[in-house]
């Protein structure tokens, strides 16, 4: 055959047989047809119908109803996400147009946004549910949902093929036959060779490294694998069944007799990976990838054998089939020649109590901590022969908990019964050690806790209290209320007008760096990175990888021309010099893990990866790693020059007059920033220059860092930054990195370089948040008044002493929304074998707030009261000086927490939950507020903007020196010269931030990017407007496009710029930003998993430039919070320091269902900003000091259960990310305890 051939909105695409065989659809769709809005992956396609962003609308076509819809909710915020998000309700609404509020969230599992919060793209899609309660919701009628789209060739694909192919691809064979016995075929004609069997290759995003192959077998078109029998006795599966179809298959069963377990068993499947791979996977994919890798935690292999469900296979040798249990085939059937056909369900005796579980680290698309299923036959509270208890995620061998069910066989269960089968269980497991998985320890509660929860479940009487420990936390349908004034004067400022740019987002037609065409001779470039942490680098070997096809050239630090460092502060920061010496590839020794110490450039992405991973590098002088601030401290590894005391006060004097102490110790883990966009620079060398794109918030240091590495001025750099698809601070210093690299790359090789890092490789290579150890120690008064607090911060910098800033900031941060007059604080700069830490969304924020409220939640708990009470007390009054000594003559915090608590009715609130907890004895619920406290200053030179009018039809477009990154810059931007202007926001464009336009600038960071980037371009549309005026005076009548006519005319320079300058101290940006929060959450004890039942937020954002962004922030800010209070674990290789959490698998941002069920934001009305602009406050950062209420207000329930349980009244250590391991951990549990 020629090649595949498929359709992609309606037009034939046909891929030559020169194509690699992993080429995904993905690298397809965006490299050679030219379609950047797909931002997906999935492969095979032969015969297929493709629907990609672009077919469904665009500016040209129309938009999408979907595109529109998003865009209206504000549902796009950076926009990488949003074609993912559209593609997704597009596929939904195809399968059910008729869809409710519910099957929209339940949907929503496998796309991560990291800006949003989700719940304006929630809301969008919901709008689209018959029964939600969302203002302008509508149905989508059919024509609608399929507009633009060519009947005959747009349509879905059914994945049933009927078409045989057989295919050399450059490097393998690719065959997809229409019959097992083709597969037969195939099978022995290969016999000595690596075969793969494809169905979705869903397989690819856990295990990476399988393969490579010779002959790939699609088995898309073996229609004996799509059966599908139902009789009274079993339910047939064919192989290729997706677990979407298995899950629908098994609820058009459930009602059935001997097929009620099918019910737990479709709950729990709607929970294994996301929409996609269970649209996409299929049930054989998943029990051979357990057969494979036996330590899998398959939810699918576990279900099935504990339903006593077997599998046929059909054998390549014999061309016969033969059924087999599920445990024969994990452990005795050879399938290196064999074919899974089909499972066949059993049909269950009536007495049969049938539960499964699966305990994961975030809601929704996680695999198992453990996850277990029990089939026990039961009558009264005599079991019936031998139950079956079948555990994943314990270890490779173990599947069932074979003693436990001995014992349990045919017993009565008595107390004494019960207790024994827990310590049963309990001896007979040994969790393997897995420093990428929880403890074993947690991984052993959990198997108990389970069996009790089933055991429990068995009693028919059982005591109210006790009954929660049955049930699974309910998360019904999630809501959002958002309140604002919204002011009239300076219209369109303080309007809430959706992004600018929503639609082209929504509709994939936005240009990330990444999205640029292809240029003529272009390279691609990947780094080599040191994968040990401490080490000597005694020689690199690239002569393998240079014998590659394609791969055209290598660097290492020699080949520098001019400085080898990226970290130019430029005015913007005062850094030291050590902190200003970063080198961009390291020549002999690695004091951190994945360092680049070389790179390729190849004609091909994938030839320059293969490249990197055949350099040999030979190490010497191996060190074991330091990983954490109590091994650097012992070490005597402290940056002692970068030592920061901080007294404020007299600490001395406080000490002596406080009634009560408290002391305690606060730790907190890092977080990567997970923008969606990976890190990317592209440098093309042009006529006497380099052209360079980049995705950076820090356009200056970039043309730095790629013009002194070439020795060449900086007017030899042309630097432009078309938007970035998420920055959270990732995006200020690292990118140096890759502009310089790329650069280098480009001038000696005088073609174009390309250098875009992969996902694995950004959380590798990048610096993330500072991680802390905090010990203090408080003094109050009897009231809970806190006069007094010591602090000593051990601060993880990294390898440099970079984290010396946040560390600055950290402290600066700390009273947040508290007066506490007397401080002592010591922050040591610590050094480990980890990446410099670099900023990260509110840097000093985020351990500020933990450090203070930890410890106000701590007093509160000395003196037996509520923490709302102690907080209250301490809030600052108008006119106190905080920690800065700034006098907070403007201070609203009491204001907005007076009102917050009363809109939140808090007090009834706290009742409802003290009476729940006595109520419930394995579910709590806890309530508390939080503060933020965020000063706003302006910093680096100021920002420019250059205000052009096209005198001949009036339009207008504005270059200024702000990075777009989904904060709205470009709309805020467009509403200040909309006003000035006096014209429609519509007839304005911003464009990307260029060098040459935009020179000097500062950093987009700190929030107030946006506010400063609208000041100056309202400066110079104000410079034209002065301009204008005499033609305006002489043509009092004249519309704009007149007006602008006649200027030009009279030859008016109709082009203006302003640069606003930031002068240090300048109150026109010294402000502060208060906000505060109230957070209620539920604990399962048995499992340590919660979840955000409500939470009301005020900000006072002043006169809010735009309320609806103001609000995105908001929400983006506190779910980015969220994540780094209780999911976003980091965890590293004790020997190599290899971060072990680099990718989606083990990772975990939070998605769709970790947000609260109820969700209201209100900003405080009344309030105008005297020294912000145009009456505003930034936005940006605040919020998310908010989220340590999630922490805090999980680690209350779980103490309102240790005071249950065990009688204590304790306070439990705040040790952040407070994943369900670390809060079930925390309480303790042992079998005593666990009593019916
Ligand atoms: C992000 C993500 C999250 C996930 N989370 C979970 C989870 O929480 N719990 C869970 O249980 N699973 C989870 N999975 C696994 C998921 O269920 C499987 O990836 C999917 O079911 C595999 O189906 P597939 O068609 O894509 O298989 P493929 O990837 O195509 O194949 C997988 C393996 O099966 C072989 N194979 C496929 N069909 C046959 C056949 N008929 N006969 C013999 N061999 C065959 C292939 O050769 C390959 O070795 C997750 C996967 C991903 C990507
Ligand atoms: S808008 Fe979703 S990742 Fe940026």
Redesign the pocket.
């Known amino acids: 055959m020629s090649g595949i051939r498929f359709h992609v909105n309606g037009k034939e695409h046909i891929v030559p047989q020169s194509f690699h065989v992993t080429t995904s659809l993905n690298e397809y769709l965006r490299e050679s047809a030219g379609l950047k809005g797909t931002k997906v992956m999935c492969k095979e396609v032969d015969g297929w119908q493709i629907s990609t962003i672009e077919g469904i609308g665009s500016q040209r076509k129309g938009y999408h109803p979907i595109q529109e819809r998003i865009a209206k909710f504000n549902g796009t915020q950076c926009g990488y996400c949003t074609p993912g998000m559209v593609m997704n309700m597009y596929g939904l609404l195809h399968q059910k147009p008729n869809i409710t509020a519910q099957e929209v969230e339940d949907n929503f599992d496998g796309n991560i946004c990291r800006c949003t919060g989700y719940r304006s793209i929630l809301d969008a899609m919901k709008s689209f549910a018959g029964n939600a309660n969302i203002p302008d919701s509508k149905a989508i009628d059919i024509e609608d949902l399929n507009k633009n789209l060519c009947s005959k060739t747009g349509e879905a694909c059914t994945g049933k093929c009927g078409q045989g192919l057989d295919l050399r691809l450059n490097d393998a064979h690719w065959h997809r036959p229409t019959s097992l016995d083709q597969i037969g075929e195939v099978m022995k004609d290969n016999k000595h060779k690596k075969i ?11 295990y990476k490294d399988d393969g490579p192959y010779d002959v790939y077998i699609d ?1 898309h078109g073996v229609k004996e ?1 799509y059966s599908y029998e139902v009789n009274g006795k079993s339910v047939r599966l064919g ?2 069944t997706t ?1 979407t179809q298995v899950i629908e298959r098994l609820k058009a069963n459930h009602h059935k007799p001997g097929f009620k377990y099918f019910s737990d068993m479709s709950k729990h499947l709607k929970v ?3 929409v996609m ?1 269970r649209n ?7 029990l ?2 357990k057969y ?1 890798h036996k330590e899998f ?4 292999f576990l279900m099935l054998e504990c339903a006593g469900a077997k599998v046929e296979i059909f054998s390549s040798t014999s061309g016969k089939k033969e059924t087999s249990s599920m445990m024969d085939f994990l452990n005795k059937v050879d ?1 290196t020649d ?4 089909a499972v066949i369900l059993p049909c269950l005796a009536d007495n049969v109590v049938y539960r499964s579980f699966k305990i994961t680290p975030r809601w929704q ?4 901590y453990v996850n277990a299923a029990f089939n026990i036959p039961i009558e009264g509270l005599v079991i019936k022969g031998r139950p079956s208890v079948v555990l994943g995620g314990i270890s490779a061998d173990t599947v069932h908990a074979t003693k436990t069910e001995d014992f349990l066989a045919n017993k009565t269960l008595s107390p004494a019964v019960l207790k024994e089968a827990y310590s049963t269980l309990r001896d007979e497991l040994v969790p393997t050690e897995n420093p990428q998985e929880a403890s074993p320890k947690y991984r052993k509660d959990l198997a108990s806790g389970l069996l009790y929860k089933v055991l429990l479940s068995l009693q028919p009487s059982k005591s109210s209290q006790v009954r929660s420990g049955v049930e699974d936390l309910h998360r019904p349908t999630s809501s959002g209320l958002q309140t604002y004034q919204e002011m009239t004067h300076d219209f369109p400022i303080h309007k809430g007008l959706p992004k600018k740019e929503a639609a082209v987002q929504a509709a994939g037609e936005a240009v990330f760096v990444n999205d640029m065409p292809k240029f003529q001779n272009e390279l691609y470039a990947v780094f080599v990175l040191a994968d040990v942490a401490s080490a000597t680098i005694e020689s690199i070997d690239a002569s393998e990888a240079l014998k590659l096809p394609g791969v055209t050239h290598f660097f290492s630090a020699k080949d520098i021309i001019g400085e080898n460092n990226y970290m130019y502060g430029g005015s913007l920061f005062s850094l030291t010099p050590h902190e200003l010496k970063r080198a961009i590839i390291t020549e002999l020794s690695s004091g951190e893990y994945c360092h680049p110490i070389v790179f390729f450039i190849s004609e091909t992405q994938a030839m320059a990866t293969t490249a990197a991973k055949l350099v040999k590098v030979t190490y010497s002088k191996i060190r074991t790693p330091v990983l954490s601030v109590e091994e650097s401290l012992a070490k005597d590894m402290e940056f002692k020059d970068a030592r920061i005391t901080e007294v404020v006060g007299s600490p001395d004097e406080a000490w002596k007059t406080v009634d009560q102490k408290v002391e305690g110790t606060i730790k907190m883990g890092s977080q990567y920033h997970f923008y969606m966009e990976t890190q990317v620079s592209l440098a093309v060398p042009s006529e006497d220059s380099i052209d360079v794109y980049s995705s950076t918030q820090n356009l200056d240091a970039c043309q730095d860092a790629a013009a002194q590495i070439i020795g060449k001025p900086l007017n030899f750099i042309n630097i432009t930054v078309p938007r970035l698809g998420g920055g959270f601070g990732g995006k200020v210093f690292e990118p140096a990195m890759l502009t310089a690299a790329s650069s280098l790359a480009a001038y000696l090789s005088d073609q174009p370089v390309r250098l875009n890092v992969d996902l694995a490789s950004c959380i590798r290579i990048f610096g993330k948040r500072q991680p802390f150890v905090a010990k203090y120690k408080a003094g109050f008064t009897q009231e809970g008044d806190v006069k007094v607090v010591d602090v000593e911060i051990l601060a993880d910098s990294g390898y440099t002493d970079h984290g010396a800033m946040f560390t600055h900031d950290c402290i600066n941060y700390m009273d947040m929304g508290y007066f506490v007059p007397n401080w002592n604080i010591v922050g040591k700069v610590m050094q480990t074998n980890k990446k410099s830490m670099m900023p990260t969304r509110a840097p000093g924020t985020v351990p500020g707030a933990l450090i203070i409220e930890s410890i106000m939640e701590n007093v509160a708990k000395t003196l037996n009261k509520h923490p709302v009470f102690v907080k209250e007390i301490n809030l600052y009054r108008k006119g106190q000086k905080d920690i800065m000594g700034h006098t907070l003559n403007n201070c609203t915090i009491r204001e907005v927490w007076r009102r917050l608590k009363d809109i939140a009715e808090v007090e009834g609130r706290l009742r409802q939950v003290e009476a729940y907890n006595q109520e419930n004895k394995w579910k709590k619920r806890a309530i508390t507020m939080t503060t933020s406290k965020h000063h706003m200053h302006h910093y680096g030179p100021g920002l420019g903007a250059t205000v052009t009018i096209y005198g001949r039809d009036g339009s207008v477009a504005v270059t200024q020196g702000g990075v777009e990154m989904g904060q709205g810059l470009y709309t805020k931007v467009a509403q200040g010269v909309a006003h000035v202007l006096g014209v429609p926001w519509e007839i304005i464009k911003v464009k990307p931030m260029q060098g040459i336009s935009s020179p000097n600038s500062m950093i987009s960071g700190g929030s107030i990017a946006s506010e400063s980037a609208m000041q100056a371009a309202i400066g110079a549309a104000q410079i034209l407007k002065e301009r204008m005026q005499p033609i305006r005076e002489k043509f009092p009548d004249a519309d704009w496009k007149e007006l602008c006519q006649r200027s030009e005319a009279n030859k008016l320079d109709l082009s203006a710029r302003f640069f606003n300058r930031h002068e240090l101290g300048d109150p026109l940006a010294n402000y502060h930003t208060y906000c505060a929060g109230v957070i209620e959450t539920e604990v399962d004890i048995l499992t340590g998993e919660s979840q955000i039942g409500r939470v009301d937020i005020m900000a006072d954002y002043g006169e809010s430039l735009n309320p609806v962004i103001d609000i995105g922030q908001t929400e983006g800010a506190f779910i980015m919070g969220v994540g780094c209070f209780l999911t976003e674990d980091t965890k590293f290789d004790k020997e190599t320091g290899r971060i072990l959490t680099d990718g ?2 083990n990772y975990k941002p939070p998605t769709t269902k970790d947000i609260p069920i109820d969700w209201r934001i209100h900003l405080l009305p009344d309030s105008p900003n005297p020294f912000g602009i145009r009456s505003s406050k930034a936005s940006g950062e605040p919020a998310i000091a908010l989220a340590t209420g999630a922490l805090l207000a999980n680690k209350q329930a779980l103490e309102a259960a240790r005071k249950d349980l065990f009688g204590v009244r304790d306070f439990i250590p705040v040790d952040a990310p407070f994943t369900p391991e670390k809060a079930q951990q925390s309480v303790g549990l042992d079998e005593s305890v666990f009593a019916v």
């Open positions: 793969r069997l494809v169905f979705g290759n869903t397989s690819t995003g856990i088995l694998l192989a290729a677990l294994v990976a996301n791979v996409g996977g299929c049930i054989a994919g998943n051979m990838i494979w935690p398959s939810d699918v399938m064999r074919v899974l056909t698309n996680a695999h198992a989606t698998w």
